[in-house]
C-alpha cells in the first residue's frame, strides 16, 4: 500500500485498513482492560477470568452463521456502522461497570459486537466500485489485523498504568467511533462488485447457508488448515511465559522482546508479499506458509538457547504473516463474491475457536508431560500438517490461479 502522495486522498482501502487498525486495537485494548479491572478493582479469580474471555470470543464462533448471512444481505457497510456504534456504547458502559455480573454482560455485548465489526471490515472491498482487489486487500487487510494484537495490549496497558481502567474504556469507545466513521466514508455498491443481484435466482453453491459454503474442496482445505495454526497459536499463548521462565530460564523482559521479534517477523512478511504479490497465486503458498509456521514454532521452544528461540519466534512470526493474506485469499477465490461475509465470518469463527478451545488441553498436556515436550509436540503436528498439504497440492497438477496485479487488482496476526 503505497504513502500517497501530498494533497492527493487516501485510497478506500487504504481508509478501510486504517479502519480496522483502530477497531481491532479498541477491541483487543478493550479486553486487557477488562481482565484488568476484573482483577484488581473486582478482586474475580481465575474462573471468571476465563468466563470474560468467552464472553469477549464465543459469540463470534457461535454467531457466524448470523453474522455472515447478515452481512451478505444488508451489505458491511451497514453492518459494520451499527457494529462498532454498539461497540463504543459497551466500552463506555464499561467504564460504570461496578459489579462482576454487568461487566460480564458488558464484555458479552462488545463480544457480539466485534463478532460483527470484524468480517464487516474483512468482506467490505468486495463491495468497493472497480475490480475487486483480493490479493492487495489480503496483503493489507492480513497487516491492519495483526498490528491491533500489539497495539492493543500496549494502549491498554499504558493508560491503566497511567490513568486507570476507565480511560482505557474510554479510549476505546472513540478509537471505535473513529473506526466506524470509515465505513461512512466508503461507499459501496449495493451488491458485491462483480456479484449477483439480489434478485437473481440463487445457485446451488449460494443455498444452504455455512454447509453449502463449505462444500468447495478448496475452501475446506483452507478453513481446516486455519483451524489447525489457530489452535497451535491458542494453545502456545499459555505456555509461552511459562517456557521462558521455566525453560529458558530468562527475566519477564525477554517475554516482551520475543513478541517484538514476532512482530517485525509479521512487518517483514506484509513488506515481502506486498512486493511479491505473485506468490500469492501459487497454490502450494498456503501449504507452504503452515509448513513455516510448524518449523518456526519447533525452532523456538525445541532447545534450552534463547538465541534458537530468538530465530524461531522470527521464523514464526513471518510465516504467520504470509498464512493470513493467502488465506484470506483463498477463501475469497473459493467463495461465491455475493457469499464474501459468510466467508470472513467463518474464517473469524474459526480464529475465535482456535484461541478459546485449546488453552485448557494444553495446561493439562503441559502439566504431565511437561512445558518444552507439549511446546514442540503442537509444533511437531503443524509440520506434518503442512508437510502433507504441501505434497499433496504439488502432486495434483491444476493451472495456477491468475492473480491480478498490485495495482489494478480486487484483494497478518500471531498465528
Known sequence: ???????????????????????????????????????????????FLAAVAMAWGAPTILLSPLVGKTIDSRGPRTVGIAATLLSAAASLGLVLT???????????????????????ADAMPSWLPGPAEHVKSS?????????????????????????GTASAFTANAIAFLLGGSVFLLLRPHRTPAGGESKDTPATDGQRGGMR?????????????????????????????????????????????TIEMVFGAGLLTATLLIARYT??????????????????????????????????GVGLWGLAAGLFGPACRLSLLQNTPTAQHGRAMALWRAVQSFGN????????VAAH?????????????????????????????????????????????EKV
Do not use: C, N
Not at 491492519?144 to 494502549?155: H, N, W
Not at 497465486?281 to 506458509?289: E, G, I, M, Q
Open 1 to 47: 500500500m503505497s504513502r500517497p502522495a501530498a494533497g492527493r486522498r487516501l485510497t478506500p482501502l487504504q481508509t478501510l485498513v486504517i479502519g480496522q487498525i483502530l477497531i481491532g486495537t479498541a477491541s483487543w485494548a478493550a479486553l486487557i482492560a477488562v481482565q484488568t479491572k476484573a482483577s484488581y478493582e473486582l478482586h474475580q479469580q481465575a474462573l
Open 98 to 120: 461496578d459489579g462482576p455480573a454487568l461487566l460480564w454482560s458488558m464484555t458479552l455485548l462488545s463480544g457480539i459486537a466485534r463478532a460483527f465489526a470484524q468480517p464487516a
Open 139 to 163: 496483503v493489507w487487510l492480513g497487516f491492519a489485523t495483526s498490528v491491533p494484537m500489539i497495539a492493543g495490549p500496549a494502549l491498554a496497558a499504558t493508560l491503566v498504568a497511567t490513568s
Open 212 to 256: 453449502a459454503l463449505l462444500a468447495h474442496p478448496g475452501l475446506r482445505v483452507t478453513i481446516t488448515l486455519t483451524l489447525i495454526v489457530w489452535i497451535s497459536y491458542g494453545a502456545l499463548t499459555p505456555l509461552e511465559i511459562l517456557y521462558i521462565k521455566s525453560v529458558l530460564h530468562e527475566p519477564a523482559g525477554t517475554f516482551a
Open 278 to 311: 505473485s506468490l500469492l497465486a501459487r497454490r502450494f503458498f498456503l501449504p507452504f506458509s503452515v509448513l513455516m509456521v510448524g518449523a518456526g514454532q519447533v525452532l523456538y521452544s525445541a532447545s534450552h538457547s534463547l538465541t534458537f528461540a530468538y530465530l
Open 356 to 363: 478459546l478451545a485449546p488453552p485448557t488441553v494444553a495446561g
Open 368 to 412: 504431565f508431560a511437561g512445558i518444552q515436550p507439549t511446546i514442540v509436540a503442537i509444533g511437531s503436528l503443524v509440520v506434518i500438517t503442512g508437510a502433507v498439504a504441501f505434497t499433496l497440492t504439488r502432486s495434483r497438477p491444476a493451472a495456477e490461479t491468475p492473480v491480478p496485479s498490485a495495482t489494478s487488482a480486487p484483494q497478518p
